[in-house]
């Protein structure tokens, strides 16, 4: 199985300024890692797949990037709706895993 | 869209089926998963099935007591547990992809998921 592992486990940061946050996976998963955004008693909404593609709808602040093992989300200029939990997902373990990270919440 | 439905509070060792139903998209051309999630937990991918019903994998915690179906003229998935425990308690939710695995795997919408609660 691929370990995803996430950090930091909390992230705290003001309105206005950026947010970095990581993921790592236990072995290779090629380009296929996405990321999720979840707000509470709401399902995960997909932000990001292949690694930096952003999905409909998804502001441009927030970008994906990394390779390999190592991936990073970012988001620039954190709104107030941004607030959330974040969880990168890898999709390309056969047969089929689909394992998550444990989650980064992002507080003001 | 997707809608879950059937969870229920249920006894150990009991058995109950999800439901998973899609509709304002081509239902027959994705694969479905379940994930779960416990409460104040995380995610755990639980299954898949293939578009054509084909192909189906579980994840190892779930294996053997998890299964799924689904009847496309319906535009529903099905999720059959039995032998329930108590760490089965979870939201479940389902979601599509383009595949079972590989670069179309996206999980790119989900259902707003339902509560099973496992509990003597």
């Known amino acids: 199985e691929t370990v995803m592992t996430q950090s930091p486990v909390t992230l705290s940061v003001s309105p206005g300024e950026g947010a970095t946050l990581s993921c790592r996976a236990s072995?290779?998963?090629?380009?296929?890692l996405a990321w999720f955004q979840q707000k509470p008693g709401q399902a995960p909404r997909l932000l990001i797949y292949?690694?930096?593609t952003r999905a409909n709808g998804v502001p441009a602040r927030f970008s994906g990037s990394g390779s390999g093992t190592e991936f990073t989300l970012t988001i620039s200029s954190l709104q107030s709706e941004d607030f959330a939990l974040y969880y990168c997902?890898?999709?390309?373990?056969?047969?089929?895993?689909?394992?998550f990270g444990q989650g980064t919440k992002v507080e003001i | 869209q997707l809608v879950e439905s059937g969870g229920d509070v249920i006894q150990p060792e009991r058995s109950l089926t999800l439901s998973c139903v899609g509709s304002?998209?081509?239902?027959?051309?994705?694969?479905i998963n379940w994930v779960r999630q416990t409460p104040g937990k995380g995610l755990e991918w639980v299954a898949v099935?293939?578009?054509?019903?084909?192909?189906?994998y579980q994840a190892d915690s779930v294996k053997g007591r998890f299964s799924m179906s689904r009847d496309n003229s319906k535009n529903t998935v099905y999720l059959h547990m039995k032998g329930l425990r108590l760490e089965d308690t979870a939201v479940y939710f389902c979601?599509?992809?383009?595949?079972?695995?590989?670069?179309?795997?996206?999980?790119?919408?989900w259902g707003q998921g339902t509560l099973v609660t496992v509990s003597a």
């Open positions: 292949a690694v930096s």
């Open positions: 099935m293939s578009d054509d019903e084909n192909r189906q």
């Open positions: 979601a599509r992809a383009a595949a079972v695995v590989g670069p179309d795997a996206v999980f790119d919408y």
């Open positions: 304002g998209f081509a239902f027959r051309n994705y694969a």
């Open positions: 072995r290779t998963i090629s380009n296929n």
């Open positions: 997902q890898q999709y390309n373990e056969w047969p089929p895993g689909h394992t």
